[in-house]
């Protein structure tokens, strides 16, 4: 079966410092894989989607990047964090062609 | 207008009751129709989905999907305080990228 892992669970980073979130799923080739962003008691934030490796498409411009240096790896990074990055982000991933999403468990990180 | 309507509640109920949540939207090009429960701190985890359009029934949960209303329900029946959590609804196209785009979330809660 598949599973997907995203790690670190929780994060506290203070402002300007870099950020690497990773995301791993295992059970399949060639998903499809997302991260969103969830803002207390508001719902999801497409934030990039990829299709394959080295394949990323940003659907909100920010602070953060994201790459795909694996075919199940997915990695959201930024440079210099700010206060408004903090939040819940999400990794999922679907099947190609398919519209269904799969999601991990979250990083609730706080920028401090 | 946002593409995917729903009513944040908190909507409360007691134990025993039938739940029903909903969902409007605007894009009659979505093709898959999604939901999620989502508990506090967790990511979404999925409950079901259908596929263009008409009722799955899983248990205690019933989803139905009208497309010429441009509508989605999801029932649940014998609701218990283990359903109390966030009930997110999305939707997403039958193509590559698959991006899912969901409602702002259903908080639910069933006292005992």
């Known amino acids: 079966s598949q599973t997907i892992h995203q790690w670190p669970a929780t994060l506290v980073q203070p402002v300007g410092s870099p950020l690497s979130l990773e995301c791993t799923v295992e059970?399949?080739?060639?998903?499809?894989l997302y991260w969103y962003r969830q803002a207390a008691g508001r719902g999801l934030q497409l934030l990039f989607y990829s299709v394959g490796i080295g394949q990323i498409s940003s659907e909100v411009p920010q602070n953060l990047s994201a790459s795909r240096p694996q075919d199940r790896q997915f990695i959201l990074s930024s440079k210099k964090l700010l206060l408004s990055d903090s939040g819940f982000y999400l990794c999922?991933?679907?099947?190609?062609?398919?519209?269904?999403?799969?999601f991990g468990q979250g990083t609730r990180l706080t920028v401090v | 207008q946002k593409e995917v309507e729903q009513d944040p509640g908190p909507l409360s109920v007691p134990e025993g009751a039938i739940v029903s949540l909903n969902c409007t939207y605007s894009?009659?090009?979505?093709?898959?129709f999604m939901w999620y429960r989502q508990y506090s701190r967790k990511g979404p985890e999925l409950l079901m989905y259908?596929?263009?359009?008409g009722n799955k029934e899983d248990g205690r949960f019933t989803a139905q999907v009208d497309k010429s209303s441009k509508y989605i329900s999801l029932f649940i029946r014998d609701s218990q305080p283990s359903d109390s959590a966030t009930y997110l609804c999305?939707?997403?196209?039958?193509?590559?990228?698959?991006?899912?785009?969901f409602g702002g979330g259903t908080r639910l809660m069933v006292k005992p």
């Open positions: 999305a939707m997403s196209y039958n193509n590559a990228g698959n991006m899912l785009t």
């Open positions: 259908t596929y263009s359009s």
């Open positions: 999922a991933w679907s099947v190609m062609g398919e519209g269904v999403a799969f």
């Open positions: 894009n009659s090009a979505f093709q898959y």
């Open positions: 059970g399949t080739s060639n998903p499809n």
